[in-house]
Structures are given as structure tokens and as C-alpha cells.
């Protein structure tokens, strides 16, 4: 059994780590309210710009060219991109290693792949494993803003229109709540219009013919299309925000409590010990007692 001084030295430690965690927790917490009602007020502008793109979509007249509209060109897929969004940090439960696993098992089914990496965590995984990263970026993972999401569309939007890609898929995570939150496989590029996913709502389900085009719905189509790419790139790190704060909040909450139990069975250990040495010492002073008297 240790000694006292050991296992008071180590109830310290226990101590300082749990004011750590709770620490942490909170923090986490307090940014995970934020994060949601980030997430939550992305929603209509969302919504809206699906609604718009069905609509031009609707009105261009006649097919659409690749050259006024090269985000929607279907081609046969000899490559495809892939868009990890991981965490930069860990200390985040299973938030990490479950999104990568599920990120190996779809870049397993192709035969070629062009990888993007969001996240501190997604980048070492893949480099440390062998994986041919072709862009990297991370710093903003629990705190997106709409142009680090440009930044990762511009990387993908890239790739596809100079045909060193043929789709783009996004992989993330979805939000349901602090204690539950899924992985998910987004189709990005080729854009497809919502009403081919079945997704048409609200003034989406409008005739082309009721909106009037001050320019041609072709060159709309063309600025828009970029915009409908940001948006679901930035909708995507939102929940995978929120996720991962989530994901940590419930991490520090387990290790404080974790700590409190480890406390008591140390503090158990310590009286153990604590009253083991008084027992030897009374026993040693008993016997020399003894000794001195048959002496």
C-alpha cells in the first residue's frame, strides 16, 4: 500500500485535473448554446438560397451549358474529392475517431481520391496513415465563419472545374443534440438542384414563369451556383461545430465526475494508510514498552 504522503500527493493532482475539466466544461457548454443558435439561424438563409436555385433553375430556358453553369456538368466519375471536417483539438470524446472512420470507409470504396482536410485532427490522421493529402486547413473548426467556408469551397470548386475531380463529397457531422450526433456523406459537386433530391419547398414548388429575370437566368445561375456551394459548406461546419462542443461538454462532464469518484476511493486509501501508520507506531511503542519492563 502506498503511503499517505503519496496518495495525498496524488489526491492534489486528481483535484487540479477536475477543476480543469469542469472548467472546460463550462466553457463548452456556454459555446455550445451559441453554436446551436448559430446553426439554427443559418437555417432560413439556407432554405432560401435552395428556393432561388430551384426557381432559376426553373427559368433558364432550354438546357443549361457547362460553360454558363460548369458547377452542375455531370461526367463519368474517374475521380472523386472528399471533404473531411474534423476537429483541431481533441479532449472531445469519440467525436474524432468516429468521423474519421466512417471518412475511410467512403474514401475505401473509390479507386482514386482527391482529399481536402478540415481540422488539425483530420490532417494527422490522414498523414499518419499514408494518405495523400492535397489541402489542408484548420484553425476555425469550433468557431466557423463564412469565409473559412469559402476558403474550403474555393479548394473543391477548384479542383472540380479544372476536371481533376469529377464530385466532390462532404463529410461531416450532424447535430441532434449534446449527447447525440451522427456522420454524414453530402453529394456537393456536381451541384444537384434540391427539387432533383426531392427537396423542393416553400416558394421553390413556384412556376418559372411567375419570377421575372432582370438578366438572363443562365448568368444567374452562374453566380448563384458558388453561393448554394458556401452555404452548405458553411451549414455543414455549424453542425460539425456544435457537434464537436457537444461531443467535449459531455467528454469534461464524464472526467469531472470521473474524478470526484476516483477522489473518494483515494481519500478511502489515504484514511487506510493514514490509520495503518497509527496502528504500527501504537504497536511499536507497546512493544518497546514490553521490552523495557521484562528488561
Not at 52 to 66: F, N, R, Y
Not at 98 to 106: D, M, P, Q, R, S
Amino acid at each position: 500500500m502506498a503511503n499517505p504522503r503519496e496518495i495525498h500527493r496524488r489526491m492534489r493532482s486528481v483535484k487540479n485535473i477536475q477543476q480543469i475539466t469542469k472548467a472546460m466544461k463550462m466553457v463548452a457548454a456556454a459555446r455550445l448554446r451559441r453554436a446551436q443558435e448559430k446553426a439554427a439561424s443559418t437555417r432560413p438563409f439556407a432554405d432560401k438560397i435552395e428556393n432561388l436555385l430551384l426557381t432559376v433553375v426553373k427559368g433558364a430556358s432550354g438546357d443549361v451549358s457547362q460553360k454558363d453553369a460548369p458547377l452542375l456538368a455531370q461526367r463519368p466519375v474517374r475521380k472523386t474529392g472528399f471533404i473531411v471536417v474534423a476537429a483541431d483539438k481533441g479532449l472531445a470524446g469519440s467525436y474524432n475517431s468516429n468521423l474519421l472512420k466512417h471518412a475511410v470507409a467512403e474514401i475505401a470504396e473509390t479507386e482514386n481520391y482527391y482529399l481536402i482536410t478540415v481540422g488539425r485532427k483530420a490532417k494527422e490522421f490522414f498523414q499518419h496513415r499514408g494518405y495523400d493529402v492535397a489541402k489542408d486547413i484548420f484553425g476555425l473548426s469550433d468557431k466557423p465563419n463564412f469565409d473559412y467556408a469559402e476558403q474550403i469551397a474555393k479548394a473543391a470548386v477548384d479542383a472540380f472545374k479544372s476536371g481533376e475531380v469529377d464530385e466532390v463529397k462532404l463529410i461531416s457531422t450532424r447535430f441532434k443534440s449534446a449527447l447525440s450526433y451522427t456522420p454524414e456523406t453530402l453529394n456537393l459537386l456536381p451541384v444537384q438542384p434540391p427539387a432533383a433530391e426531392g427537396q423542393g419547398k416553400g416558394e421553390a414548388g413556384a412556376e418559372a414563369g411567375d419570377v421575372l429575370f432582370e438578366s438572363p437566368a443562365e448568368g444567374m445561375l452562374a453566380q448563384l451556383l458558388p453561393y448554394y456551394v458556401n452555404t452548405k459548406i458553411y451549414a455543414a461546419l455549424m453542425q460539425s461545430a456544435a457537434s464537436e462542443l457537444g461531443a467535449r461538454m459531455t467528454a469534461m462532464s464524464s472526467a469531472t465526475d470521473n474524478a470526484s469518484d476516483l477522489l473518494r476511493s483515494l481519500e478511502l486509501s489515504y484514511n487506510k494508510a493514514r490509520q495503518a501508520g497509527i496502528t504500527r507506531e501504537i504497536n511499536e511503542i507497546v512493544g518497546g514498552a514490553e521490552a523495557l519492563q521484562q528488561s
